[in-house]
């Protein structure tokens, strides 16, 4: 009779650990809350129109095609993806705009020109965030942080030795000053603090590396949108036999002299062998752990940013616009303030704005486009999110019109909004954050709850709430770690 897993959670991370401990020999259930699979990545159709609700960016995609290689399947019998050639399109309210294609040397040439930069100076900042990324992947990505073995290896000592040089006494934002002098070239590269939730003013110099995601790993888009990849970890887990049961709230975990044991549920109670929580830490502890010590200090933690995000039908299409698009504020340490130290929004904001009709046709009728329009948000506080909204709206109306020389509302035909609440509510993540504690601090990285619980046996956390952190490919690689924790079955 095989070990039994329980999976608390469908989202990425939970449809990832179940499918690697179903390779390991576990026999996996999961129980999710919701009546669908896939937490943040979801879609929903209105008017002809198919939005992806939750995340937009899809980077290193072999996290992905691996899982179906685990179980000796074809990835692309299931799952079928294409590398973009354009990254992203940037704009800014003086009409500066600039296109950064996935060639590096591309970027470079036409920087150079664009920003007035020293073209080997931009060459030596992209290299130098490899060089990070590649030196420390290894022990902050891959590897559990809380683990002693993890700091055993030459190259995880090498790491540390160097890990002085790499900004972590910096901010993301002085760090891009030190190479650069064009306000605009340091606010395109201050924009990838928020891939971790996080202030380009307050995360450490080292999150400089995150670029290199981008432009020398890729971005790809997954034919037929981002909730292929849930619909596709789905199928695939129930063409190799696990088990789901849907609308199934787990009240609590249950312990034994120190050992997970089961779930209860309202009509039953599930024993297994180990529980893994997919499930935000911070809920998981308050709600499914009541009795057992709470790690403080993790859970008060600030959390990341959240977002509001229109999804807008839009009766025509726009050339200037790609996959990828980016509308910047014009004072971008104001907008962080308002959003980490006034937890609110402010007045100006940085407009994001995702159409993956661009790619996937089938997506908004002919001769329109559907639009995902996100600005980042503070974490749910209790703040007025419909006052909020209504104000956002005006202004990214207004930026829109600016920018693309056009009156937008004339062409909003489909319209509904998700904030801070909804995120809260639909997914479970405290405050509706994004990627559970911001990354504002050089210690976050080790602030962050581990992937085991050093208190109790046979419990296990994976997903962006936990190491090493929100987005799909951190989620992805905590399934990674987990199932290195967990023995055979």
């Known amino acids: 009779m095989p070990k039994t897993a329980l999976v608390i959670g469908s989202g990425i991370a939970g449809l990832a650990t179940a499918l690697r401990l179903k390779a390991k ?52 019998t299931y799952f079928e993806y294409i590398k973009k050639e354009t990254i992203c399109n940037y704009f800014w309210e003086d009409h500066t705009r600039f296109t950064v294609k996935s060639d590096k040397e591309d970027f470079i040439e036409k920087a150079a020109i664009l920003f007035g930069e020293d073209a080997k100076q931009i060459k030596r900042y992209l290299d130098d965030n490899k060089k990070k990324y590649e030196l420390t992947s290894s022990i902050f990505l891959e590897k559990s942080l809380h683990k002693v073995q993890t700091y055993l290896s030459k190259k995880t000592v ?17 760090t891009n000053m030190q190479y650069f002098q064009n306000p605009k070239l340091i606010q395109l590269f201050n924009r990838y603090a928020t891939y971790n939730g996080s202030s380009p003013y307050r995360t450490p110099g080292i999150m400089s590396m995150i670029p290199h995601l981008e432009m020398d790993l890729g971005t790809y888009f997954p034919k037929g949108g981002m909730h292929n990849i849930t619909k596709s970890l789905y199928q695939l887990a129930l063409d190799v036999g696990i088990v789901f049961h849907f609308n199934s709230n787990v009240d609590e975990i249950l312990i034994e002299n120190k050992k997970a044991i089961g779930l209860r549920l309202r009509t039953e109670t599930v024993f297994g062998d180990m529980v893994i929580s997919n499930m935000d830490v911070y809920p998981t502890y308050k709600k499914l752990l009541p009795e057992i010590k709470h790690p403080r200090k993790i859970l008060n933690q600030e959390r990341s940013s959240s977002a509001l ?87 990214v109306i207004r930026k829109i019109n600016t920018i693309l020389n056009t009156d937008i509302e004339e062409y909003i ?37 581990p992937n085991f619980s050093s208190k109790t046996k046979n419990l296990y956390f994976c997903g962006g709430s936990v ?23």
């Open 25 to 76: 020999g576990y026999h996996v259930l999961v129980f999710e809350k919701n009546s669908y699979p896939g937490g943040k990545l979801n879609s929903k159709k209105v008017n002809g129109y198919r939005f992806d609700l939750g995340p937009s960016l899809f980077t290193m995609p072999w996290l992905v095609t691996e899982l179906f290689e685990l179980h000796g399947k074809r990835p692309d």
């Open 467 to 489: 190491h090493p952190g929100g987005g799909i490919p951190l989620c992805l690689l905590s399934s990674k770690i987990v199932n290195d924790l967990v023995p055979n079955a």
């Open 413 to 449: 035909e489909t319209e509904f909004v998700l904030d801070p609440i909804e995120i809260e509510q639909n997914t479970s993540s405290y405050r509706g954050a994004l990627y559970g504690a911001a990354s504002n601090s050089k210690f976050a990285a080790f602030l962050r709850h």
């Open 309 to 395: 995000i229109f999804y807008w039908g839009i009766a025509k299409t726009f050339p200037e616009l790609d996959l990828h698009n980016i509308m910047f504020s014009e004072d971008y340490k104001k907008e962080f303030d308002h959003i980490f130290n006034k937890k609110s929004l402010f007045e100006d904001t940085t407009v994001y704005i995702n159409v993956t009709s661009k790619e996937n046709r089938e997506d908004a009728p002919e001769g329109c486009e559907n639009w995902f329009v996100m600005i980042n948000a503070p974490a749910n506080h209790g703040q007025d999110w419909g006052k909020l909204a209504a104000m956002a709206r005006k202004s």
């Open 158 to 174: 090498k790491a540390l030795l160097r890990i002085g040089g790499m900004g972590i006494q910096n901010t993301m934002n002085n």
